[in-house]
Protein backbone atom coordinates (compact mmCIF):
# COMPACT_ATOMS: atom_id res chain seq x y z
CA UNK A 1 0.00 0.00 0.00
CA UNK A 2 2.98 2.59 1.14
CA UNK A 3 4.82 1.03 -2.57
CA UNK A 4 1.49 2.67 -4.52
CA UNK A 5 1.42 5.78 -2.74
CA UNK A 6 4.56 6.64 -2.91
CA UNK A 7 4.27 5.65 -7.14
CA UNK A 8 1.50 7.70 -7.28
CA UNK A 9 3.17 10.29 -5.53
CA UNK A 10 6.50 10.07 -8.14
CA UNK A 11 4.18 9.78 -11.05
CA UNK A 12 2.88 13.30 -9.71
CA UNK A 13 5.74 14.34 -9.37
CA UNK A 14 6.91 13.47 -12.60
CA UNK A 15 3.68 14.58 -13.97
CA UNK A 16 3.92 18.35 -12.38
CA UNK A 17 7.21 18.47 -13.81
CA UNK A 18 6.17 17.35 -17.41
CA UNK A 19 3.46 20.10 -17.09
CA UNK A 20 6.05 22.45 -16.01
CA UNK A 21 8.58 21.68 -19.32
CA UNK A 22 5.18 21.82 -21.48
CA UNK A 23 4.20 25.17 -19.99
CA UNK A 24 8.20 26.04 -20.15
CA UNK A 25 8.36 24.94 -23.90
CA UNK A 26 5.19 26.71 -24.64
CA UNK A 27 6.24 29.59 -23.66
CA UNK A 28 9.21 29.72 -25.43
CA UNK A 29 7.19 28.77 -28.77
CA UNK A 30 4.87 31.71 -28.30
CA UNK A 31 8.31 33.83 -28.09
CA UNK A 32 9.49 32.20 -30.75
CA UNK A 33 6.82 32.97 -32.82
CA UNK A 34 6.72 36.37 -31.92
CA UNK A 35 10.02 37.40 -32.85
CA UNK A 36 9.48 35.12 -35.87
CA UNK A 37 6.39 37.39 -36.62
CA UNK A 38 8.14 40.99 -35.93
CA UNK A 39 10.97 39.38 -38.42
CA UNK A 40 8.27 38.83 -40.97
CA UNK A 41 6.89 42.49 -40.82
CA UNK A 42 10.65 44.28 -41.03
CA UNK A 43 11.23 41.65 -43.92
CA UNK A 44 8.03 43.10 -45.92
CA UNK A 45 8.72 46.98 -44.83
CA UNK A 46 12.40 45.74 -46.33
CA UNK A 47 10.51 44.97 -49.38
CA UNK A 48 8.57 47.93 -49.81
CA UNK A 49 11.72 50.17 -49.26
CA UNK A 50 13.96 48.20 -51.61
CA UNK A 51 10.78 48.42 -54.51
CA UNK A 52 10.39 52.39 -53.43
CA UNK A 53 14.23 52.82 -53.95
CA UNK A 54 14.12 50.97 -56.91
CA UNK A 55 11.24 53.35 -58.33
CA UNK A 56 13.44 56.63 -57.27
CA UNK A 57 16.42 55.05 -58.99
CA UNK A 58 14.31 54.47 -62.55
CA UNK A 59 12.96 58.24 -62.46
CA UNK A 60 16.36 59.79 -62.17
CA UNK A 61 17.95 57.18 -65.14
CA UNK A 62 14.47 58.75 -66.43
CA UNK A 63 15.68 62.30 -65.99
CA UNK A 64 19.55 62.02 -66.54
CA UNK A 65 18.42 60.17 -69.99
CA UNK A 66 15.84 63.19 -70.59
CA UNK A 67 18.88 65.56 -69.76
CA UNK A 68 21.24 64.09 -72.04
CA UNK A 69 18.71 64.00 -75.14
CA UNK A 70 18.40 68.05 -74.22
CA UNK A 71 21.85 68.72 -73.79
CA UNK A 72 22.18 66.95 -77.76
CA UNK A 73 19.49 68.88 -78.97
CA UNK A 74 20.52 71.98 -77.51
CA UNK A 75 24.07 71.08 -79.59
CA UNK A 76 22.57 70.58 -82.24
CA UNK A 77 20.18 74.03 -82.20
CA UNK A 78 23.50 76.10 -81.42
CA UNK A 79 25.09 74.35 -84.33
CA UNK A 80 22.74 75.55 -86.84
CA UNK A 81 21.74 78.99 -85.55
CA UNK A 82 25.98 79.10 -85.32
CA UNK A 83 25.18 78.45 -89.84
CA UNK A 84 22.92 80.82 -89.80
CA UNK A 85 24.55 83.53 -88.51
CA UNK A 86 28.06 82.96 -90.57
CA UNK A 87 25.50 82.92 -93.40
CA UNK A 88 23.81 86.52 -92.46
CA UNK A 89 27.34 87.76 -91.61
CA UNK A 90 28.16 87.09 -95.18
CA UNK A 91 25.54 88.46 -97.38
CA UNK A 92 25.98 91.59 -94.96
CA UNK A 93 29.27 91.98 -95.81
CA UNK A 94 28.39 91.52 -99.24
CA UNK A 95 25.84 94.17 -99.06
CA UNK A 96 28.32 96.47 -97.69
CA UNK A 97 31.25 95.73 -100.39
CA UNK A 98 28.21 96.55 -102.91
CA UNK A 99 26.91 100.13 -100.96
CA UNK A 100 30.73 100.90 -101.14
CA UNK A 101 31.28 100.52 -104.51
CA UNK A 102 27.91 102.79 -105.12
CA UNK A 103 28.97 105.59 -102.80
CA UNK A 104 32.36 105.43 -104.60
CA UNK A 105 30.83 105.79 -107.99
CA UNK A 106 28.45 108.54 -106.62
CA UNK A 107 31.54 110.62 -105.12
CA UNK A 108 33.49 110.07 -108.54
CA UNK A 109 29.82 111.63 -110.35
CA UNK A 110 29.73 114.59 -107.90
CA UNK A 111 33.11 115.26 -108.10
CA UNK A 112 33.10 115.57 -112.22
CA UNK A 113 29.58 117.65 -111.49
CA UNK A 114 31.75 120.00 -109.32
CA UNK A 115 34.25 120.18 -112.36
CA UNK A 116 31.84 121.19 -114.74
CA UNK A 117 30.68 123.70 -112.65
CA UNK A 118 33.50 125.49 -112.20
CA UNK A 119 34.33 125.32 -115.99
CA UNK A 120 30.60 126.90 -116.35
CA UNK A 121 31.88 129.95 -113.47
CA UNK A 122 34.79 130.10 -115.69
CA UNK A 123 32.66 130.60 -119.13
CA UNK A 124 30.63 133.01 -117.15
CA UNK A 125 33.61 135.18 -115.82
CA UNK A 126 35.18 135.21 -119.54
CA UNK A 127 31.65 135.98 -120.52
CA UNK A 128 31.27 139.17 -118.27
CA UNK A 129 34.80 140.40 -118.87
CA UNK A 130 34.12 140.41 -122.54
CA UNK A 131 30.71 142.00 -122.11
CA UNK A 132 32.34 144.97 -119.96
CA UNK A 133 34.91 145.18 -122.80
CA UNK A 134 32.18 145.34 -125.01
CA UNK A 135 29.63 147.56 -122.96
CA UNK A 136 30.57 150.49 -125.60
CA UNK A 137 29.31 147.82 -128.67
CA UNK A 138 25.59 147.54 -129.80
CA UNK A 139 22.35 146.73 -127.61
CA UNK A 140 21.30 143.48 -129.86
CA UNK A 141 24.93 142.35 -129.23
CA UNK A 142 24.19 142.88 -125.05
CA UNK A 143 20.92 140.96 -125.57
CA UNK A 144 22.72 138.30 -127.03
CA UNK A 145 25.25 138.72 -124.11
CA UNK A 146 22.58 138.45 -121.51
CA UNK A 147 20.83 136.02 -123.14
CA UNK A 148 23.72 133.44 -123.04
CA UNK A 149 24.42 134.73 -119.32
CA UNK A 150 20.90 133.73 -118.53
CA UNK A 151 20.94 130.70 -120.60
CA UNK A 152 24.48 129.75 -118.56
CA UNK A 153 22.44 130.72 -115.09
CA UNK A 154 19.94 128.27 -116.04
CA UNK A 155 22.30 125.53 -116.45
CA UNK A 156 23.96 126.68 -113.10
CA UNK A 157 20.94 126.38 -111.35
CA UNK A 158 20.33 123.10 -112.98
CA UNK A 159 23.70 121.46 -112.05
CA UNK A 160 23.14 123.07 -108.59
CA UNK A 161 19.75 121.12 -108.27
CA UNK A 162 21.47 117.95 -109.47
CA UNK A 163 24.32 118.92 -107.02
CA UNK A 164 21.48 118.66 -104.14
CA UNK A 165 19.68 115.81 -105.38
CA UNK A 166 23.39 113.97 -105.47
CA UNK A 167 24.14 115.55 -102.06
CA UNK A 168 20.71 113.73 -101.05
CA UNK A 169 21.54 110.49 -102.37
CA UNK A 170 24.59 110.93 -100.77
CA UNK A 171 23.11 110.96 -97.01
CA UNK A 172 20.72 108.31 -97.91
CA UNK A 173 23.75 106.07 -98.73
CA UNK A 174 25.29 107.47 -95.60
CA UNK A 175 22.39 106.53 -93.50
CA UNK A 176 21.94 103.08 -95.00
CA UNK A 177 25.61 102.18 -94.45
CA UNK A 178 25.32 103.77 -90.91
CA UNK A 179 22.84 100.93 -90.67
CA UNK A 180 24.23 98.18 -91.99
CA UNK A 181 27.06 98.49 -90.00
CA UNK A 182 25.40 98.63 -86.52
CA UNK A 183 23.47 95.32 -88.26
CA UNK A 184 26.76 93.96 -89.00
CA UNK A 185 28.19 94.50 -85.75
CA UNK A 186 25.19 93.15 -83.80
CA UNK A 187 25.45 89.96 -85.84
CA UNK A 188 29.08 89.59 -85.04
CA UNK A 189 28.67 89.92 -81.60
CA UNK A 190 25.90 87.67 -81.48
CA UNK A 191 28.12 85.42 -83.80
CA UNK A 192 30.52 85.80 -81.16
CA UNK A 193 28.09 85.30 -78.79
CA UNK A 194 27.29 81.65 -80.24
CA UNK A 195 31.04 80.63 -80.76
CA UNK A 196 31.27 81.26 -76.67
CA UNK A 197 28.77 79.01 -75.79
CA UNK A 198 29.81 76.22 -78.63
CA UNK A 199 33.06 76.32 -76.49
CA UNK A 200 31.68 76.12 -73.25
CA UNK A 201 30.09 73.36 -74.31
CA UNK A 202 32.74 71.23 -76.17
CA UNK A 203 34.57 69.17 -73.89
CA UNK A 204 38.71 70.20 -73.36
CA UNK A 205 41.05 68.30 -75.48
CA UNK A 206 43.88 66.45 -73.19
CA UNK A 207 47.34 66.09 -74.56
CA UNK A 208 49.26 62.81 -74.06
CA UNK A 209 52.06 64.26 -72.63
CA UNK A 210 50.45 66.89 -69.96
CA UNK A 211 53.70 68.90 -68.90
CA UNK A 212 55.82 68.97 -71.43
CA UNK A 213 56.75 71.88 -73.83
CA UNK A 214 55.24 70.24 -76.91
CA UNK A 215 52.22 69.86 -74.82
CA UNK A 216 51.93 73.79 -73.61
CA UNK A 217 52.14 74.90 -77.21
CA UNK A 218 49.35 72.88 -78.20
CA UNK A 219 46.80 73.28 -75.10
CA UNK A 220 44.64 76.52 -76.35
CA UNK A 221 42.45 78.58 -74.25
CA UNK A 222 38.96 77.95 -75.22
CA UNK A 223 37.98 81.28 -74.18
CA UNK A 224 40.46 83.52 -74.84
CA UNK A 225 42.45 81.26 -77.45
CA UNK A 226 46.10 81.72 -75.67
CA UNK A 227 48.45 79.12 -75.54
CA UNK A 228 52.21 78.09 -74.86
CA UNK A 229 53.02 79.96 -71.41
CA UNK A 230 50.27 81.25 -70.88
CA UNK A 231 48.82 78.56 -69.99
CA UNK A 232 50.29 76.99 -66.51
CA UNK A 233 49.62 73.26 -65.39
CA UNK A 234 47.62 73.51 -61.35
CA UNK A 235 46.60 70.53 -59.19
CA UNK A 236 42.69 70.42 -58.43
CA UNK A 237 42.25 70.39 -55.04
CA UNK A 238 38.34 69.58 -55.56
CA UNK A 239 39.58 66.38 -57.53
CA UNK A 240 41.14 63.32 -55.51
CA UNK A 241 42.95 60.70 -57.69
CA UNK A 242 44.35 58.57 -54.87
CA UNK A 243 46.31 58.16 -51.48
CA UNK A 244 49.85 57.96 -50.64
CA UNK A 245 50.00 57.16 -46.91
CA UNK A 246 47.89 60.26 -45.42
CA UNK A 247 48.45 62.62 -48.22
CA UNK A 248 46.28 63.01 -51.25
CA UNK A 249 46.83 63.33 -54.88
CA UNK A 250 45.02 65.53 -56.61
CA UNK A 251 43.99 65.90 -60.66
CA UNK A 252 45.65 68.57 -62.83
CA UNK A 253 43.76 71.53 -64.63
CA UNK A 254 45.12 73.80 -66.62
CA UNK A 255 44.30 78.43 -65.74
CA UNK A 256 44.54 80.20 -68.23
CA UNK A 257 46.72 83.65 -67.32
CA UNK A 258 45.05 86.21 -69.55
CA UNK A 259 41.42 85.95 -68.82
CA UNK A 260 41.89 83.10 -65.53
CA UNK A 261 39.77 80.44 -67.57
CA UNK A 262 40.27 76.87 -65.93
CA UNK A 263 39.65 73.77 -68.29
Same mark, same amino acid.
Given at each position: ?39 ? #? =?????? !???? &??? $?? *?? +? /?? %?? @? ?74 ? #? =?????? !???? &??? $?? *?? +? /?? %?? @? ?100
Amino acid at each position: MDDAKSLADSSSSELASVKSNLDSTTSELNGTKATLESTS #S =ELSEAN !SSIQ &EKD $GT *IG +E /LN %SK @ISEFESKLSGLSDSLSSELDVTKGKVSEMEGKLNEANASLSAKDDEIAKIKAEQESKDGEINSLKAELENKSSGSE #S =ELTSLN !SQVA &ELK $GK *IN +E /LT %SS @ISEKDSQLEELNNLLLEKDKQLNSQKAQFEEVETELSELKPPEIGADRGFTASEERTTCPMCGAVGSNIKTVEDKKKVLSYVGHIPMYAKKNVCKKCGYEF
